[in-house]
């Protein structure tokens, strides 16, 4: 790696070219071209002593890299949301800083769960899969049909940005929403949508279901859950794959259980459970809700504006 006597930044995840171009110029980074992995980041730290890093999900910090880390470091930067790829609680024992972007991907993460939404339940996989074979027969009045998206309802696991900019799409198509959170949201920000203070009670209500929730911990969605959906229900999954136990998940698709589903975030990523791609009746992503032009480049100067914080002494904008 180039030696930078003034490296104030090391940019460990490869960044679009406008964020690199401002943490060069800014924090006289040191921008990688490829994302490297956890155990250079440590190295690369304790040999410049740098005080900020922008990390992702490949150069992830777990409790052993924080633990070796230089005492120079004082922040760790995520240009994602979610931050499954680090251990934060034991990065704030060392007194680091974590942050996170979570305004930057909102508005794009909630287009492509409707895109999910749309395309499982019109059945968008198979009709472009039926182009590229050629198509050559005319399908007549009673082949081939989708589900309706107006006037259906559908559940929102997690009201949060995401989860609410999803809902004022939904509503958009004439859906109507309900959703269910730890708390229920002021009627202003709720604008209409039905409040369940019970995850399990709303399922049964749920002809589309779509999570908007952190991952981590055990699966939200498990046979019983996907057994308390109503039969013919489309299932959406733009948050995280750990939140599904996906042998469930493939046993509610194939039983019929499922009219269909809509996924960009799998349990193992990058190597998705081959099941899937077999199945007519999923529309399948790898893990893209946020990649925009503007809101990568976006999620790139979130991160930037928090290391500048930190580094003039001021409050993270986005402390995790
Ligand atoms: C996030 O930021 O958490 C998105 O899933 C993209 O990785």
Redesign the pocket.
């Known amino acids: 790696m180039p030696e930078n006597n003034r490296t104030r930044l090391l940019i460990a995840r490869k960044v679009p070219a406008a964020v690199a171009k401002r943490a060069e110029t800014e924090f006289h980074a040191f921008v990688t071209d490829a994302d490297m992995d956890s155990q250079s980041v440590v190295e690369f730290c304790k040999q410049h002593d740098v005080p900020a890093v922008l990390i992702g999900k490949k150069s992830g910090l777990q409790a052993e890299h924080i633990a070796a880390l230089p005492a120079s470091v004082k922040i760790i930067a995520n240009a994602?949301?979610?931050v499954d790829h680090m251990d934060v609680a034991f990065a704030k024992a060392r007194g680091i800083v974590v942050t996170n972007a979570p305004d930057a991907?909102t508005e794009c993460t909630a287009d492509f769960s409707m895109l999910l939404v749309l395309a499982a339940c019109r059945r968008a996989s198979e009709y472009e899969r039926i182009m590229r074979q050629g198509w050559g027969k005319s399908f007549g009045m009673t082949e081939m049909l989708g589900m309706r998206v107006n006037g259906k309802t559908l559940g929102i696991v997690g009201f949060g940005r995401i989860g609410r900019a999803v809902a004022r799409r939904a509503q958009g198509f004439g859906m109507r929403v309900i959703y269910t959170d730890i708390q229920r949201a002021a009627p202003e920000v709720e604008n209409g949508a039905t409040f369940y203070s019970s995850f399990e009670d709303m399922l049964p209500h749920c002809q589309v279901l779509t999570l908007h929730v952190p991952g981590g911990g055990v699966p939200l969605m498990t046979k019983k859950e996907f057994g308390l959906l109503p039969k013919g229900a489309v299932f959406v999954n733009a948050a995280r794959g750990g939140l599904v136990d996906e042998d469930a998940l493939y046993e509610a698709l194939t039983s019929g259980h499922l009219f269909g589903a809509g996924l960009d975030v799998y349990r193992n990523e990058p190597n998705v459970d081959p099941r899937f791609a077999g199945l007519d009746n999923v529309f399948l992503t790898p893990?893209m809700?946020?990649a925009t032009v503007e809101t990568r480049d976006q999620m790139g100067f979130t991160a930037l504006d928090n290391v500048a914080a930190v580094l003039d002494g001021r409050p993270a904008l986005n402390r995790v």
Request: aromatic share 0%.
């Open positions: 994602s949301a979610g991907l893990h809700a946020s």
